[in-house]
């Protein structure tokens, strides 16, 4: 089954320490996104990648880290440096198209304690 | 006190009847805009999209509207079931080679039976 899939679903650190964020699709699409999620809110975008190999920032980037060295995989780490990192965490991908309808996984609801 | 974005604007409706969601989006330049549903700890599901060359747009019991003029847009839902029940994402792209997706804060769906 084509899909994108994220993992793990739930995740616990603690204050201080990297965590590495994992998103994968095999729909064989060019773009791919990370999203942050509070509750009662809305998404926001934290990077984006139009093609392997190159990414931008998003809105809100700082305190977060991306690679794209596979049109499968975006990665999302989360440093020490972000200071509000508890939060729900969406990966999605799109044809690239100006962001056409793109696909969302699942999610990873990160916890640090 | 009260803390700004934790409540969602909300809608209850009763089995049957017909639900309309509405969203104010930004940006004038904006040429493409997607509904999306999203359940409780889930990604965002694609409901509808729609082009800023039209102003109305149906789906399998969803029609969006689109009013330019005053940058307004909505989402309604004919007989709506409890399995409608969930929180609804307007989103917009401005287009270009942004490959961004600005989403708004969201409409919290309560479908009682």
């Known amino acids: 089954d084509g899909g994108i899939t994220q993992s793990p679903k739930y995740l616990f650190r603690k204050e201080g320490q990297n965590v590495t964020l994992s998103c994968e699709q095999n729909l064989n699409h060019d773009a791919m996104y990370w999203y942050r999620q509070d509750p009662g809110q809305g998404l926001r975008l934290i990077y984006y990648s139009q093609i392997v190999n190159d990414f931008q920032k998003g809105d809100i980037a700082e305190g977060y880290s991306v690679s794209r060295e596979k049109k499968e995989s975006f990665p999302l780490t989360v440093t020490s440096a972000q200071k509000n990192p508890t939060a729900f965490y969406l990966c999605?991908?799109?044809?690239?198209?100006?962001?056409?309808?793109?696909?969302f996984g699942q999610g990873t609801r990160l916890t640090v304690v | 006190g009260e803390s700004v974005g934790l409540h969602l604007p909300t809608l209850s409706v009763q089995e049957g009847d017909n639900s309309i969601i509405n969203c104010a989006y930004s940006n004038s330049a904006s040429d493409y805009f997607i509904w999306y549903k999203q359940e409780s700890g889930k990604g965002p599901q694609f409901i509808i999209d729609i082009r800023s060359n039209m102003d109305k747009r149906q789906g399998q019991r969803v029609t969006v509207l689109l009013n330019k003029t005053v940058k307004h847009l909505s989402l309604q839902i004919a007989a709506t079931q409890p399995g409608d029940s969930a929180v609804y994402f307007c989103?917009?792209?401005?287009?270009?080679?942004?490959?961004?997706?600005?989403f708004g804060k969201g409409t919290l769906l309560t479908v009682n039976p």
């Open positions: 999605a991908s799109g044809t690239g198209q100006g962001a056409r309808s793109p696909f």
């Open positions: 989103a917009e792209n401005s287009g270009g080679s942004n490959y961004k997706l600005t």
